[in-house]
């Protein structure tokens, strides 16, 4: 079958750009209200709003709300790796950066190529692909293990960097559940359903067994979730869905590596973060070594169509 999506064009890559930055705001205005409301309990509301409105959206356009034969059981699973991202995420943020989260979340796809490696022999990894992970192993290495790691402040910090690593696998696990099950072939509001409608029961649940509901309203509180639930959650994955359907995803996926980029810098800007050397070598590793595992189909392309 020919693949009728189309190249990039100017459209594809501007509409890439809002989302990467819409994408690392996220975890600027977790970070940035958290003393308002737990992180954790943000993201199970915002998950709820969400999940409201995909369902408002698809009774809209076909007027009935059907869930595919036997996709419930895959479709469950993905639902509790998402709802563990992110309860993994509102953890992490209580210890480390917004900065340092976005970067070791965006690890992601190198553990979904490893799954897909093991799962499907079509997804196994090249000797490039393979140099890349080692590339992103050597980045948190430097990161986890440089001199100073065993201060108090630092172990903290490192605790949630390790909390957001996790957030990663379990990112990873998620695409390879969705990739290697029934789930691919579902309409992708559909999957988002499951993913959004687990991490709200699931979120919430978690927030109150941990005691984090306390929560002190505020005009930045309530504009962040209102962001969080309708840009993020909801706009941002039907604008991402879109995309993939009429655009070659490889080249998309290079474009998403701009969030952790855009994490780091506002971070510093708008949080006052502290960027450490350590840390920005330890990350320029991890992303070379990420944009090679994904991007290197297209690398290779680009390569052999060089004079």
Do not use: N
């Amino acid at each position: 079958m020919i693949d009728e999506r189309k190249p990039l064009d100017v459209l594809a890559v501007s509409a890439m750009m809002v989302l990467c930055l819409i994408w690392s705001l996220q975890q600027i205005l977790l970070k940035a209200t958290g003393a308002y409301m737990a992180p954790m309990l943000q993201l199970g509301v915002r998950s709820g709003v969400a999940a409201v409105l995909v369902m408002l959206l698809v009774l809209v356009r076909t007027r009935r709300l059907a869930f595919s034969p036997g996709a419930w059981k895959p479709g469950l699973l993905a639902g509790l790796l998402f709802a563990g991202e992110f309860l993994l995420v509102g953890e992490s943020l209580r210890f480390t950066s917004a900065a340092h989260m976005v970067v070791f979340l965006y690890t992601a796809p190198v553990f979904a190529a490893l799954g897909l490696h093991l799962l499907l022999p079509s997804e196994r990894l090249a000797l490039g692909q393979w140099l890349g992970i080692g590339l992103a192993v050597s980045g948190i290495a430097v990161t986890f293990l440089g001199p100073g790691a065993q201060t108090g402040d630092m172990k903290a910090m490192l605790l949630g960097d390790l909390l957001a690593l996790g957030a990663g696998a379990l990112w990873g696990l998620t695409t390879v559940v969705i990739r290697s099950t029934r789930l691919s072939a579902i309409p992708p509001s559909e999957a988002l359903l499951y993913q959004l409608g687990s991490a709200f029961v699931l979120l919430v649940v978690a927030a109150f067994w941990l005691g984090q509901t306390q929560v002190q309203w505020t005009g930045a509180l309530a504009l962040s979730l209102l962001f969080q639930s309708v840009v993020v959650a909801f706009l941002s994955f039907l604008i991402w869905f879109w995309l993939l359907q009429r655009y070659q995803a490889s080249r998309l996926g290079v474009f998403s590596f701009a969030t952790p980029v855009f994490g780091v810098l506002l971070g510093a800007w708008l949080l006052s973060e502290a960027i450490e050397p350590r840390f920005l070598m330890g990350a320029a590793l991890v992303l070379a070594g990420v944009i090679l595992v994904s991007a290197y189909g297209w690398l290779c392309q680009l390569l052999r169509r060089r004079p």
